[in-house]
């Protein structure tokens, strides 16, 4: 079976993460909803179904639908202002990878039309860097903490889960990887691991540039 490397975007290969805070911020203070980054973090990773469905049951009476398309909008919209940049370290992780013949997959949560729009709009075509690209178009509802998303991408390079190492900064794509049996390793960006990823991870970097010599 061949060796591989599954990718989160936001957070990872992206400082996007921020993107999507800066929008939830702005639209819950508009809505005026008791909603903080402890929530923010429970969500991030979620399908978009999930998160109206929870929004529903705790204000029955929000438009939920309306209020996530707000928070989308203005995620596009700091995309498109370029307020985001590269993570350090992804393309020297990248190089190191393909030099030692990994399979290489990207995992998002986010739709493909804004997952190009985000690499597109920094002069990057992903479609030549990644072997296998999944996003929430594709999967519809089995969104993180199910690992579906992650069984599928190494499905698609033909590797064991046992063998494939998931790159991830939300706490939902962490429990995703340890339920999908791969070698979780958190990147932080935002959210600080919880005692969870601390127990199950099998490394917590800073910066991609930390996970080079894992997989030397």
């Known amino acids: 079976m061949q060796k591989a490397v599954i990718f989160d975007l936001d957070g990872v290969i992206f400082n996007t993460e921020d993107c999507w805070k800066v929008g939830f911020e702005i639209i819950t203070k508009k809505y005026g909803l008791p909603l903080d980054e402890n929530y923010r973090i429970t969500i991030c990773g979620k399908s978009e179904a999930k998160i109206i469905e929870e929004l529903n049951i705790m204000f029955p009476t929000l438009d939920a639908v309306t209020y996530r398309k707000e928070i989308a909008y203005e995620y596009v919209n700091q995309i498109e202002k370029g307020n985001y940049h590269l993570k350090e370290g992804f393309f020297e992780l990248i190089n190191e990878l393909k030099k030692k013949d990994y399979k290489i ?16 709009n920094k002069g990057i075509d992903p479609y030549k860097i990644f072997d296998v690209i999944i996003t929430v178009s594709e999967i519809g509802n089995r969104t993180k903490p199910d690992p579906y998303i992650f069984l599928k991408a190494s499905e698609e390079l033909g590797a064991d889960p046992k063998q494939t190492m998931v790159i991830e900064d939300s706490l939902n794509g962490i429990e995703a990887a340890v339920r999908g049996n791969f070698i979780p390793v958190m990147d932080i960006d935002l959210i600080p691991p919880n005692e969870y990823a601390k127990k199950h991870c099998y490394k917590i970097v800073d910066s991609l540039l930390e996970v080079i010599p894992l997989v030397n």
């Open 105 to 120: 997959a990207l995992a998002t949560s986010n739709l493909r039309w804004r997952m190009e729009k985000i690499f597109s």
